[in-house]
């Protein structure tokens, strides 16, 4: 016989082998199919003839079995997990979820926007629980419509403001401007306080129905009872007195704004647009438009771990340059109105190595 009657005959015995395992197996899949039709007419015949008796039974077994395997399979994903965790290499699924040097949380240093609920407790007044929150006897009268200091009662629920001020809802029609004439407080008190919202951020438009948090703001044909904290202050003229540690009034005009954990600066508003002086001698580190709020600004670093920031000046009224070496008193620009800002005012702020601080605890 040749080769290729051999090679031939070899694969028309392949092709009957095929073929016979092709029977056994279509024959086998028959016969398991069938006893698996004839199980599952049998138990539904079963079930339908005693009309649930089982069922029960039946949803109880296959919760125990389904526990059962649950119990297990996570015993066994748990060590493949920590078996995972513990190589260098390999498969890397459900790593990042013990991984948490990638996802620290950061929570800020700041209060929350939100007015907080406190429950009177047995001696309780109502001073005692603005200097707990820091805020003033009329803040917390006017939110809780009180008549009196001593209209409160244990187990009472108040409403404490995270700042003085008011609470207002604003009606149809009605500005920034006008809510602040109203409330005796500059415009830029209600702009700056990061959890007031507006429809639009280049009008300052509100709309009605909106709660705004108006900072130091007085209720209108209300009776002041802590008439220091709204006493408004007047700043010496230019050229101003030399202040404690050598800081010097850098402008003329009246505190429209004082510093804040929102806004750790004091406003210095005046109408007539005086001119801005270094008030400690140094080097101009930064002069010119800044996009971030400022509007027109200038820092002077003084060598002495304090830097000054001078916002809101007039368009193109700055004299001074970085780089420069300026004394104290010398003319830096004009105070205007240029960023984030409603009216002519100078937002001064004194920095130090750890922070910003009040520039009223230096200058007084």
Do not use: C
């Not at 069938?34 to 138990?43: E, H, M």
């Not at 009872?225 to 007195?241: C, E, F, M, S, W």
């Amino acid at each position: 016989m040749s080769i290729k009657e051999n090679i031939s005959t070899e694969i028309e015995l392949g092709r009957e082998f095929l073929k016979a395992q092709g029977s056994f197996l279509s024959g086998f899949h028959k016969k398991f199919l069938g006893w698996a039709d004839f199980l599952k007419v049998l138990i539904s015949r079963l079930m339908y003839r005693q009309r649930g008796r089982f069922s029960q039974t039946f949803v109880g077994a296959s919760m125990a079995v389904l526990s059962f395997l649950t119990i297990f399979f996570s015993s066994q994903l748990e060590n493949l997990i920590n078996s995972s965790g513990n190589k260098g290499e390999g498969s890397t699924y459900l790593i990042m979820a013990a991984d948490n040097s990638a996802a620290n949380t950061l929570v800020s240093g700041l209060p929350k926007g939100e007015t907080t609920e406190y429950r009177v407790v047995e001696g309780d007044t109502v001073s005692s629980i603005a200097q707990k929150f820091g805020v003033t006897i009329d803040t917390i009268m006017w939110e809780n419509n009180l008549k009196s200091v001593d209209a409160i009662k244990v187990k009472q629920i108040l409403k404490i403001l995270p700042v003085t001020g008011v609470r207002y809802k604003v009606k149809r029609g009605e500005t920034i401007y006008s809510i602040a004439k109203a409330h005796q407080v500059n415009a830029q008190n209600i702009i700056d306080y990061p959890f007031n919202t507006f429809s639009n951020d280049e009008t300052f438009a509100l709309s009605a129905g909106q709660e705004l948090i108006i900072p130091d703001g007085i209720k209108p044909k209300e009776i002041i009872l802590d008439t220091k904290q709204y006493a408004a202050r007047t700043v010496a003229a230019i050229p101003g007195v030399v202040g404690e540690g050598s800081f010097m009034w850098p402008t003329s005009g009246y505190i429209s704004q004082r510093y804040s954990w929102y806004h750790r600066a004091v406003d210095i508003a005046n109408k007539s647009n005086p001119s801005i002086v270094a008030s400690q001698g140094g080097t101009v580190v930064s002069a010119g438009w800044n996009g971030g709020g400022y509007g027109n600004y200038v820092v002077i670093n003084h060598g002495n771990g304090y830097t000054t920031l001078y916002a809101h000046m007039l368009n193109n009224s700055i004299v001074v340059a970085p780089g420069q070496v300026v004394k104290q008193g010398q003319k830096l620009g004009v105070m205007g109105s240029t960023g984030r800002s409603t009216g002519t005012h100078l937002h001064f702020e004194i920095k130090s190595s750890k922070g910003n601080v009040d520039p009223l605890g230096v200058l007084k």
